[in-house]
Nanobody, 114 residues
């Protein structure tokens, strides 16, 4: 069974940092591009970043460029999202996704508030 489990969310003040993790199982992780999405309260789910299967190509939404970094460790079947300079607008549930699939984790809550 494909399983994606996010972790690392929490409450942080504006300007702070968090590192999210997505642990994958049930498929050959290294063969697939992966993505991070987020969904704020009452808002549509939106793409945050995508990383190619080997980690060599990364794409970011404009609203996180220069602040967030997507990465992966295929030996650990884990994808990461390093989030710096967090803003209240970043408050959302963050989800990992096997790219272009309907495989999603349960999400991890990120709250940026003073």
């Amino acid at each position: 069974q494909v399983q994606l489990v996010e972790s690392g969310g929490g409450l942080v003040q504006p300007g702070g940092s968090l590192r999210l993790s997505c642990a994958a199982s049930g498929f050959t992780f290294s063969r697939y591009a992966m993505s991070w999405y987020r969904q704020g309260a009452g808002k549509e789910r939106e793409l945050v970043a995508t990383i190619s299967s080997a980690g060599g190509v990364k794409n970011y939404a404009d609203f996180v460029k220069g602040r967030f970094t997507i990465s992966r460790d295929n030996a650990k079947n884990t994808m990461y999202l390093q989030m710096n300079s967090l803003k209240p607008e970043d408050t959302a549930v963050y989800y990992c996704n096997r790219d272009s699939s309907n495989y999603w984790g349960q999400g991890t809550q990120v709250t940026v508030s003073s």
